[in-house]
């Protein structure tokens, strides 16, 4: 068995790919919703169109408001970690230091 877990490790380090960190919120300044995703087009898609039951659903989180790119989707599970773990203010600064009108993102993305 034990000579199995190497294997599985290459397997996965081939198959990992690029991933994003994303902010949605319902309104400028509301509530907001920090997710990672391998895909944002369609995750966003996914929570605008109500397919994912939760909290984003629950508070109407459809304006997507800030994303970053990385080229490996553990960094970006790395990096969504540790902004969940930040005060909101700093999510706040985040936000309005790319997108000061809280405009929707996702029309650029699309």
């Not at 509530?31 to 996914?46: A, K, P, Q, S």
Request: aromatic letters at 12%; hydrophobic letters at 40%.
């Amino acid at each position: 068995m034990a000579g199995l877990v190497p294997a599985i490790h290459v397997l996965q380090n081939s198959c990992m790919k690029g991933g994003y960190v994303y902010f949605l919120t319902n309104r400028p300044n509301g509530i907001l919703y920090v997710g990672v995703t391998n895909d944002l087009v369609r995750r966003v898609f996914e929570h605008r169109s109500g397919f994912v039951a939760g909290f984003t659903k629950r508070h109407c989180l459809k304006r997507l408001v800030y994303f970053e790119t990385f080229d490996d989707i553990r960094n970006a599970i790395q990096r969504e970690h540790n902004i969940k773990h930040w005060p909101r203010t700093w999510k706040v600064r985040t936000i309005v230091a790319v997108n000061p009108e809280w405009d929707d993102l996702y029309p650029t993305i699309v």
